[in-house]
């Protein structure tokens, strides 16, 4: 019997052994231990080039073009160009906290590299310091550009040290920004033969742009020089190709993140951008101001321009224009694109079909007529998604920086007017030399080059989400964003328009585009023959973005911008 | 289903065929001994045939014969006072010896207390009790549903009537803003959902609220404990049990819709508004003409001109629903066995969607020596959820009249632009998931002495589940007559599939020892301690393709292998515990229990891993005193005050919170090819506090539990006080730290509390009949927090409610554009007939002429339901039984969600109450003074006016009528014909009706894409 009990209570002991508390994140790694060779620094570095991190520049398609004068969007306002936003607004949320985030881990790689002077030889840690350096530079750009004063961290910080902090003067950041950028430039090679990381030219692009939001033209023009100078870019020969989603490699693209349908599962919805005949919802279009802004042949623009046809207003235009807008009567995704017609050709079957893009047909096809052509390809149709990359720094735009630059310091010469005409020499797929074969720059009057500049830059640029910083750094989002949003009558009123041969441009009026290149369609409206279909609001608060109401509520030390 | 009906009738037949075979006529003698539990005979035991005079009675050894007709079965009914009546089923052999078992009054029950159990008289606690007969009663086959009204203190609430959704559970209401759900064990082992449990297999729920009952869970018991006890078979007992029901599903209610002419008119409004409102842009969407021609359009051409009904269209006017169980039970005096299996199957109210479930469960223990015995049980569970890829209820309101979701001729349209929720249930593919869970358990008694039990268990568990999301292509053609597809339905572009498998493993070992020595009459002492240890490891994996060329293959290889995308994960956590108990009580009168609990945890750092949680209770039954008893007074039978002083723990917040993780994703990059690559990223995303540790609750309760006038009133009532400490939020750090905000050790919250219960039982001639009711409250309040919780339309922070509403204070809309000129404004969008904010703060402290979410907002009210009742009523007449059961929350602030009031985008259709009832520049400025809602606009809806306010702040109490049940059993010799011992019949309806304050339409429970069923259910329990 004892013999029984011993074995039973020694089987129940043996059962019921310890349990080990000690227990490691399994599938994950552990930070403490971090950092200590290539592989590790390397991957903490790839985190930087997450397009989640990229917010400002990555968060939607045309992210910010949305707010300008180049978008249309039915009656629909975004809550920015509402005019709406609080510290509430989830951009203004998610914008900071994503680049902060960007800056934390930054932050981290640039203060634990000495835990692999062991294992990695010095030059490698230079050059990792200058990547990182790259990151931390670019991000606080945006924050400054964005919100004003920002707090500044550099290094790890306590909870208790955050609610303490408040916001630091840009001034003093954008000094902090400037030397990562150098160090950046210091440290990074021209250019990489394995995997596309960011190179000494992208910082010197980037640090020339942080210059141009903060208007100071001289580092602008420097830093822009040089990343010309160092002769590893240039532009890509044919513009619209450059914009196929398939186009992810060419001399011209200085930095850009890639997407990719086949690598993460999902793409972003272009439903919204394709015509009503290919099965998109056209509820977005690109708007008659930027329309109006590609000049003629000759270079002016369409109200000076004897080029400009009223009747046939894709004729004798800058090529760039078609290459942004279908051009009426032209095919596209499988029909012919007519939003005059009743019907129109559906290219497959050879057989004309009633026109679901035309208001005639279909109160809801594009208000304005108008449609997307720029990034589009036969994917779009079969996805209703795109994953292009997302292009945020190519070398046309460090050109015209530079130019600009220079005609704001008023130091216009052959350069100033060089840089301008490769663009422009581009578009015609000519080349710069050959100025019979395009309309070149040859204007010398700061005044009149920067009303040049300011519209190549919106044209060479459309929806490339560099408009609405143009805008907000120019100071015209004062201007161009108080008047409504225009589109085509309805039905009945198109037909009449279509019937007095008043279609799409009224005969007896043309819009008005001002110095700054701002178009004005108020006499056309006045014709009658066109409809107002939104008001759009601006307030200057909206200069700066707010800062997150939760940051403001938990830190004493944090004021909300002016205004909010 | 038909099948299973015609598969259950041939059973059934058989069985009587069977029976009838071996119908004989004749007698046979049947004798045996009639003993107590401990043995001994029982003298003057009445024996007689069930339904028959033929009856005998046992000698003073306890011996009896009778002699019965030869048919089987029969059933013998033995009675004896004070002892439970037992029907005991005659087979083929000749000697029939029973143990009789004494009966208990209800005070006299033997409930589970964790580690142990102890007669309700005892307790000195608060533990609800619930008893399996009662739940089995309401049909709900989901066990955390049928608990919803039952025990005061217990609150359940559901967001949804959709087949396999779930109740959620609190006691005693919110404890920590992590995991605030109830430890569930089955039989001692904890489990991860109860609704795995079969609810007839439940002999009763004990659930432990105070912190006295509970700190024996010590850690993981802050939010109350749930122990459920399986049925097990009791000696003399051999039956089989079936029991079946089949039901149909209605809805309670769906929001209705404003007519295809009124949502033209009312969208022209919206981009009217929007436009400015200019003069001659009233119909610039559908021009005036083609509504008033619309009727007469749809008359000539339905296809171009549709007035569609999309409730109708997506919803179903009802569902069926079945379920079979089999229960079978043996039990003697060396073994018991019980084994029940049941399956059930109900559908949704929309096509392709069903959730099925199987519950095995096998109870065996066994009396090897008089030292040892043993137990080995399991139980096995299955699920299949069939689910579609799109829950289409939200689109059924929310659709406009003017598309089709197909062609006359049956082939699919293009929906709107290809958004086609009817194409997508149908035809869109499938999302099921599968879950199966096995548990076991083993375990050893021995009692070398009488006094002394020392056990020992093993308790190992697996679950998998399985999901697979397979979404087919559906083209659809966008003109009746065109023959070709112009596209694909929206989420169904490509043809993907999805599969995901999980498994999660593990392990529970408990060591346990009760001492109970015997020191004298009126001295009870009884000692317990124990060891017990838990691991949990979990891993995941999930495979994805996409672009399949066919659609009918729902299986990897066959998506292009460019778009296929793996994930995995792994966590593992787990727990050691030191535990004890001394219970002592004097003559019955004076009790004293103590407990403590000592554990560690492997969320924590191992400087901060190991907490102890004691805790003590008194008890007085003042009704046993002897100069209450001289008082006689006749009514008062028991009376009893219970107070208790404890704490509990809770360290329910991710597996590895104090760690600096490195967490891993995927980045994109172009290679010197140009083509893309992904590669592998690393960053610490959330902020660790090294220093994070347990959170602990303190609590104290009083009670008192009284049974008067011949126990026929019985009440309960408990007031209680309970303080968190460290309480794990996870408060907001400041964004610009880079991290993910952290949990922390970070405040305090108070919360006070009450419950109280009664009852009555009793009967009239052949009428008995029992009445119950409950009702509790609590109130949370945050003490000093270290910060502040942001969750969106509410707020955790000092001074006010957990989780109060939190927005502007609204002040009615403005009714004139000076008004809103004057008026400090939230945004430049604002117009009159927009919703008024005050202007309550500013930077400086003071109001600043603009509304600004930093300075304006405040907590608005509290959003946790108050005063929640229920209660039943049992009656039974001879063969009939009936039982009715209510719930509801008596106070409440609920918030009119932007869905249920107005549609937020451009082809959403417009709820019917809200027409006619907003302001509107066609209205007179009498009916605008009147409106409830806002002007009808998109940028204000956006800008303004469906921030969170208290505009939008209503009374979310509610009654709910929850069950009825009527039941027959069938006469005696009625079964007997049948071959049966015993056969009910009834038929009951759950969610039978609501009175409520919501939005016609809206129930008060269910969520926004979710509807609450009214299930009609009709069944039979057969006992052979």
């Known amino acids: ?564 | 289903m038909k099948k299973q009906v015609s598969k259950l009738l041939g059973i059934l037949s058989m069985l009587l065929i069977y029976g009838a075979l071996f119908a004989q006529t004749g007698y046979r003698q049947i004798s045996g001994k009639v003993t107590d539990e401990e043995g001994r005979p029982v003298v003057g035991v009445s024996v007689r045939l069930k339904q028959t005079d033929v009856a005998t009675m046992a000698n003073d050894s306890g011996s009896y014969t009778i002699r019965i007709p030869d048919i089987t079965p029969q059933v013998l009914v033995f009675t004896y006072m004070g002892m439970k009546t037992q029907e005991v089923t005659v087979r083929s052999k000749d000697v029939l010896n029973v143990t009789m078992e004494a009966e208990i009054t209800s005070l006299e029950e033997v409930v589970a207390i964790g580690y142990g159990t102890a007669r309700k008289k005892d307790l000195t606690g608060s533990v609800a009790l619930i008893d399996g007969e009662d739940l089995a009663k309401r049909n709900n086959t989901q066990l955390s549903q049928a608990l919803q009204g039952f025990a005061p203190g217990v609150t359940v609430t559901r967001s949804s009537g959709l087949p396999g959704a779930s109740g959620t559970i609190r006691i005693r209401g919110i404890t920590t803003i992590g995991d605030s759900s109830p430890l569930v064990l089955v039989d001692g082992i904890p489990v991860e959902n109860m609704d795995r449990v079969n609810p007839n297999d439940v002999e009763n729920i004990s659930i432990l609220k105070d912190a006295a009952s509970a700190s024996i869970y010590g850690s993981r018991a802050s939010a109350g404990v749930i122990l459920i006890t399986t049925k097990n078979a009791k000696s003399n007992q051999l039956n089989l049990e079936y029991q079946g029901t089949y039901g149909v599903v209605t809805p309670t209610q769906f929001p209705g819709t404003v007519d295809y002419k009124r949502y033209m008119e009312m969208i022209n409004e919206v981009a009217w508004n929007d436009g400015g409102n200019q003069s001659g842009a009233e119909y610039s969407i559908y021009d005036k003409d083609f509504i008033a021609d619309y009727a007469e359009n749809n008359r000539m051409d339905p296809e171009r001109y549709p007035i569609t009904n999309w409730v109708k269209e997506l919803i179903n006017d009802y569902a069926p629903t079945v379920s079979h169980g089999l229960s079978m039970t043996h039990g003697n005096d060396f073994v018991k066995t019980k084994a029940s299996l049941n399956y059930e199957k109900t559908d949704a109210l929309y096509n392709n969607r069903s959730y099925e479930k199987v519950n095995g469960r096998l109870n065996n223990e066994f009396k090897i020596t008089k030292f040892l015995s043993g137990e080995v049980a399991g139980s096995f569970f299955h699920s299949l959820g069939e689910n579609t890829v799109v829950n289409p209820l939200s689109s059924a309101y929310k659709y406009g009249p003017l598309w089709r979701p197909y062609w006359s001729d049956g082939r699919i349209s293009d929906g709107r632009n290809g958004t086609n929720s009817w194409a997508r249930v149908n035809y869109g593919g499938f999302d099921n998931t599968w879950g199966d869970e096995v548990t076991g358990r083993v375990g050893l008694k021995f009692k070398p002495i009488e006094s002394l039990t020392i056990s020992g268990v093993i308790a190992p568990s697996v679950r998998v589940s399985k999901g697979k999301t397979f979404v087919k292509q559906i083209p659809y053609y966008n003109a009746p007559d065109a023959t070709r597809t112009s596209g694909y339905v929206g989420g169904n572009l490509t043809t993907s599939l999805a599969e995901s498998r999980g498994e999660v493993r593990t392990m529970t070992k408990q060591l346990t020892a009760n001492y109970t020595p015997k020191i004298g009459a009126d001295h009870n002492l009884s000692l317990m301690a124990g060891y017990e240890d838990y691991y949990m490891f979990h891993e995941s994996l999930g495979a994805s393709s996409d672009n399949f060329l066919v659609s009918d293959y729902p299986y990897l290889d066959r998506g292009l292998s460019d778009y296929a995308l793996n994930s995995g994960n792994a966590v593992e956590n787990a727990y050691n515990s030191y535990f004890g108990r001394v219970a002592y009580d004097y003559a019955g009168r004076y009790l004293i229990q103590a407990n403590i609990r000592y554990d560690g945890s492997s969320r924590f750092h191992q400087d901060y891993r190991w907490a102890s949680f004691p805790s003590v209770s008194v008890g007085w039954v003042a009704s046993e005193e002897s100069f209450v008893k001289n008082l006689n007074l006749q009514s008062l039978d028991f009376f009893k005050i219970r107070a208790s002083w404890g704490t509990l723990g809770n360290e329910r917040i991710g597996d590895y919170p104090y760690q600096a993780i490195m967490n891993f994703s995927n980045g994109l990059f172009v290679d010197g090819d140009g083509n893309i690559v992904s590669q592998t990223t690393a960053a610490q995303q959330s902020f660790n506090i090294r220093d994070i540790t347990w959170e602990t609750t303190e609590s104290w309760n009083i009670g008192v539990d009284a049974t008067l006038l011949s126990n026929r009133l019985s009440f309960t009532a408990d007031y209680y006080k309970k303080t968190t400490h460290d309480m794990l939020l996870t408060l907001q750090i400041p964004l610009f730290m880079g991290y993910n905000d952290p949990d922390q050790n970070a405040g305090i919250m108070s919360t006070k509390g009450w419950e109280a219960q009664i009852g009555w039982s009793d009967w009239i001639g052949d009428l008995k009949y029992s009445v119950s009711a409950n009702v509790s409250d609590y109130r949370s309040v945050m003490g000093n927090l270290s910060g502040t919780v942001f969750l969106g339309n509410q707020i955790i922070t000092e001074g006010v409610e957990y989780n109060s509403w939190y927005g502007y204070r609204s002040d009615g809309l403005f009714q004139s554009q000076e008004d809103v000129d004057q008026s400090p404004l939230l945004s430049s969008v604002v117009r009159a007939g927009d919703v008024k904010y005050k202007d309550i703060s500013g930077p400086d402290g003071v109001p600043d002429g603009i509304i600004s979410p930093e300075y304006d907002r405040v907590p608005l009210a509290g959003s946790q339901p108050r005063y929640l009742y229920g209660g039943n009523i049992n009656l039974s007449y001879k063969g009939f039984d009936a039982f009715l059961m209510f719930q509801g929350v008596g106070k409440q602030s609920s918030r009119l969600e932007e869905d249920m009031v107005y549609q937020t985008a451009g082809w959403y259709n417009f709820p019917d109450f809200v027409d006619g009832n907003y302001y509107s520049a066609y209205n007179t400025v009498e009916q605008n003074a009147q409106a409830r809602y806002p002007r009808l606009s998109q940028l204000a809806y956006d800008g303004n006016n469906y921030k969170m306010s208290d505009y939008w702040l209503f009374d979310g109490s509610y009654f709910r009528l929850k069950n009825v049940t009527l039941g027959y059993t069938l006469p005696g010799k009625w079964s007997n014909y049948l071959k049966m011992s015993n056969i009910r019949i009834y038929a009951s309806v759950n969610d039978l009706f609501s009175l409520d304050h919501y939005p016609k339409g809206w129930d008060p429970e269910a969520g926004l894409t979710a509807y609450m069923a009214r299930t009609w259910n009709f069944g039979a329990q057969i006992r052979f």
């Open chain 1, 1 to 564: 019997m004892k013999k029984l009990i011993l074995l039973t209570l020694s089987l129940l002991f043996i059962l019921t052994g310890c349990q080990r508390l000690d227990l490691n994140p399994l599938s994950e790694g552990s930070s403490e231990n971090w950092y200590n060779n290539e592989d590790e620094i390397t991957l903490a570095l790839n985190d930087l080039y997450r397009s989640s991190i990229w917010y400002a520049e990555a968060n939607r398609l045309f992210n910010t073009d949305r707010w300008t004068d180049d978008w249309n969007q039915r009656e629909y306002l975004y809550d920015w160009v509402a005019g709406s936003i609080t510290g509430e607004w989830s951009d203004a949320e998610n914008t900071w906290a994503n680049t902060y985030k960007g800056i934390a881990r930054a932050n981290t790689i640039l203060n634990s590299l000495d835990h692999a002077v062991e294992n990695v030889s010095e030059e490698q840690l230079n050059q990792y310091k200058g990547e990182a350096s790259f990151f931390r530079a670019c991000f606080y750009s945006y924050l400054i550009f964005l919100y004003g004063d920002v707090p500044l961290v550099t290094s790890y910080i306590s909870i208790d040290d955050a609610l303490a902090t408040g916001r630091t003067d840009k001034a003093v950041i954008l000094e902090q920004i400037y030397k990562d950028f150098d160090t950046a430039i210091e440290y990074l090679p021209t250019s990489y033969t394995g995997l596309q990381r960011v190179t000494k030219g992208a910082a010197y692009a980037f640090k020339a742009r942080t210059a141009t939001w903060m208007l100071d033209y001289p580092t602008a023009r420097d830093a822009a020089k040089a990343c010309m100078d160092l002769g590893t870019y240039s532009l890509h020969a044919d513009y619209s190709a450059l914009f196929q989603p398939s186009t992810t490699t060419s001399p011209e693209l200085i930095f850009s993140i890639p997407r990719s349908r086949e690598l993460t599962g999902s793409g972003l919805s272009v439903s919204s951008m394709i015509t009503r005949n290919a099965g998109g919802t056209a509820t977005a279009q690109p708007s008659w101001e930027l329309f109006c802004s590609y000049t003629c042949t000759d270079g002016l623009p369409i109200d000076e321009s004897p080029l400009f046809d009223r009747v046939n207003p894709f004729k004798n235009r800058d090529p760039r224009c078609a290459a942004m807008f279908v051009e009426f009567g032209t095919p596209h995704l499988g029909y012919i694109y007519d939003p005059g017609a009743t019907t129109v050709l559906n290219l497959s079957t050879g057989t004309q079909v009633e026109n679901k893009d035309a208001l005639l047909k279909d109160q809801y096809a594009a208000y304005n007529g108008m449609c997307l052509r720029k990034f589009v390809d036969q994917d779009w149709v079969t996805y209703k998604q795109t994953d292009m990359d997302v292009k945020i720094m190519r070398y046309a735009d460090v050109l015209l920086m530079y130019a600009e630059a220079k005609i704001e310091l008023n130091e216009i010469d052959v350069s100033t007017l060089d840089a301008i005409n490769q663009v422009r020499a581009r578009a015609y797929k000519v080349n710069v030399g050959e100025t019979t074969l395009y309309p070149t720059v040859t204007e010398i009057d700061q005044a009149k080059l920067r009303t040049i500049l300011r519209n190549e830059r919106r044209v060479e640029l459309a929806w490339e989400n560099r408009r609405w910083f143009d805008l907000i750094r120019w100071k015209l989002a004062e201007v161009a964003l108080i008047r409504p949003v225009y589109a085509l009558p309805t039905k009945a009123g198109l037909a009449a328009n279509i019937a007095s041969g008043d279609y799409f441009f009224p005969k007896d009026a043309l819009p008005e585009i001002d110095d700054n290149g701002l178009v004005d369609f108020s006499t056309l409206y006045e014709t009658g023959k066109i409809r107002a279909v939104v008001p759009r609001s601006f307030d200057k608060r909206q200069y700066l973005f707010p800062i997150p109401s939760k940051e403001v509520i938990i830190n004493k030390n944090i004021k909300q911008n002016p205004g909010y």
